[in-house]
């Protein structure tokens, strides 16, 4: 079983900046955010494959949000900038250890996931 660990979540003010971390207990070949709001249902953020040669991101953190990878270490990263209110959530990592097919549909969709972390909540103030 991987494990999945986050962090760097915690209090910003709207236009501030955070950086989440996710570390894994074993490599994968694709890794992903999503966030889930209250009363929301969980979302797509961003993905990653391992080489770093495809990513994805959703269209509502388009040129603000940065994904990345550090094999070496077992992890991967979300740099936020530009952050406002509704992007307050928790936010997860997630894991395919083993990519057959690779498509931004899959990418998008939380089921295809094999892992989870436990998440990180984000608050962004007005």
């Known amino acids: 079983q991987v494990q999945l660990v986050e962090s760097g979540g915690g209090l910003v003010q709207a236009g501030g900046s955070l950086k989440l971390s996710c570390v894994a207990s074993?490599?994968?070949?694709?890794m992903a955010w999503f966030r889930q709001a209250p009363g929301e249902e969980r979302d797509f953020v961003a993905a990653?494959?391992?080489?770093?040669?495809?990513?994805y991101y959703a269209d509502s953190v388009k040129g603000r949000y940065t994904i990345s990878r550090d094999n070496a270490k077992n992890a991967w990263y979300l740099q936020m900038n530009s952050l406002e209110p509704e992007d307050t959530a928790v936010y997860s990592c997630?894991?395919?250890?083993?990519?057959?097919?690779?498509?931004?549909?899959?990418?998008?969709?939380?089921?295809?996931?094999?892992?989870w972390g436990q998440g990180t909540q984000v608050t962004v103030s007005s």
């Open positions: 997630a894991a395919k250890h083993e990519i057959i097919v690779l498509s931004e549909v899959l990418a998008m969709r939380p089921g295809w996931y094999d892992y």
């Open positions: 990653i494959t391992s080489s770093g040669d495809t990513t």
């Open positions: 074993e490599r994968a070949q694709f």
